[in-house]
């Protein structure tokens, strides 16, 4: 994976990048001056850590002067170093301005400010491999040039959490799935002490066809939220399953739909009050 060095103007979407490239799993450090470029990539190797990427702009102006030295040593010991440069039209940069309300770091009048700061950081556009204009770019449609540009995928998780609603349902989940209408195996003496997880409980959950036609519904439901929530963006999807105790049906389901939608890079993060009910 490249050493990647983030620069350009101010409101030209530096920010964005930085995001992009930390959720992709690189570890980043934004405002670094040039001096300690080799120092951060020396630290980073000896922990192990493989995708870096650092952000040196006009804030780090008292420091430039060591930007081709900087970069030329790197260089040496990286042939997968890379610099980002990132620019827009000062019109637009003037409206993200606005709607933000941030002093630039220059400090002058905004105009004045962008000026100079082009001005200020033409040497780091002179040694950057890509220059991407984001003048017409949205956030999100940045954030996918630079994971095309590097070649990266952006990971999505989708996490089921199985309770139970008379401990109250999760707080922390974008949806909540109630399952109590399937056959509870509470009722059954036999079943009654064990879980979910177990063949015969799950066994009993999904007993006959309305069962299963309930669980493909839910199912197709859960898909369609994860992947629309993918496509916007999103790196993460929780999704809460719900029946009486937390034991026996919303276990049961949690565990199926890891099975089933295991494209969606699933996680089951807790079978929250499994253990409860068991005890």
Not at 36 to 45: P, V
Not at 182 to 189: Q, R, T, W
Not at 191 to 216: K, M
Request: hydrophobic content about 40%; some cysteine; charged content about 25%.
């Amino acid at each position: 994976m490249p050493f990647i060095v983030v620069s350009g103007l101010s409101g030209s979407g530096k920010s964005t990048v930085l995001r992009t490239l930390e959720d992709a799993g690189f570890f980043t450090t934004d405002n670094l001056p040039p001096e300690l470029w080799g120092a951060m990539h020396d630290l980073a190797t000896a922990r192990g850590i493989t995708r870096l990427a650092v952000s040196t702009d006009a804030r780090t102006r008292d420091f430039l002067a060591a930007l081709e030295s900087s970069h030329e040593r790197l260089s040496r010991r990286r042939e997968d170093l890379r610099v980002l440069f990132l620019e827009a039209t000062g019109e637009v940069l003037l409206q993200r301005y606005n709607l933000t309300r941030r002093e630039h770091p220059l400090g002058d009048t905004l105009m004045v400010d962008f000026a100079r700061e082009r001005e200020l950081l033409a040497p780091l556009r002179a040694i950057a491999d890509t220059v991407i204009d984001t003048t017409s770019l949205s956030g999100k449609e940045l954030a996918g040039r630079v994971l095309q540009l590097y070649r990266l995928e952006q990971d999505f998780h989708l996490r089921l959490v199985s309770f139970g609603f008379k401990h109250s349902p999760p707080r922390d989940v974008d949806m909540v799935v109630d399952v109590r209408s399937l056959p509870n195996p509470y009722y059954d003496p036999q079943l009654r002490p064990r879980t979910g997880l177990q063949p015969d409980v799950a066994g009993y959950v999904f007993q006959d066809p309305a069962s299963e036609t309930f669980y493909d519904e839910v199912r197709a439901f859960v898909r369609t939220a994860a992947e629309r929530a993918r496509a916007s963006g999103r790196h993460g999807y929780t999704v809460g399953i719900g029946c009486t105790g937390g034991q026996h049906r919303s276990v049961a389901v949690a565990a199926r739909l890891a099975e089933d939608l295991s494209d969606l890079n699933v996680d089951v993060t807790d079978h929250r009050d499994m253990k409860l009910e068991a005890s």
